[in-house]
């Protein structure tokens, strides 16, 4: 089975910056690609930022040039600098990633969901 695991959220002020971190674990062969996804209170979960494993990008545009998102191949990690954060950056932050692996044996496509890390921006 393969699990990502996030860490980093916390408790910032508006302007100040968090570095979210997710790494992934198992019998990865490969990982397609990695991403943030974000659930605000009383909203649907929605996109934030996605990597793929060539460095292939993609922002929503509500946190471009705010946010970087990026990954170390080697280590199965993905990274989410937040800069200039805003109370409305405010959500649950959850990790995604998805691939190939092995279960039972068999290779196989994966995808995965982190439990979330709470970003909370606020004076």
């Known amino acids: 089975q393969v699990q990502v695991v996030e860490s980093g959220g916390g408790l910032v002020q508006p302007g100040g910056s968090l570095r979210l971190s997710c790494a992934a674990s198992?019998?990865?062969?490969?990982?397609?690609?990695m991403g943030w996804y974000r659930q605000a209170p009383g909203k649907q979960r929605e996109l934030v930022a996605t990597?793929?494993?060539?460095?292939?990008?993609n922002y929503a545009d509500s946190v471009k040039v705010r946010f970087i998102v990026s990954r170390d191949n080697a280590k199965n990690t993905v990274y989410l600098q937040m800069n200039s954060l805003k109370p409305e950056d405010t959500a649950v932050y959850y990790c995604?990633?998805?691939?190939?692996?092995?279960?039972?044996?068999?290779?196989?496509?994966?995808?995965?969901w982190g439990q979330g890390t709470l970003v909370t921006v606020s004076s």
């Open positions: 995604n990633a998805r691939g190939r692996s092995w279960s039972s044996s068999r290779l196989g496509n994966f995808e995965v």
């Open positions: 198992g019998s990865i062969v490969s990982i397609a690609a």
């Open positions: 990597i793929t494993s060539s460095g292939v990008t």
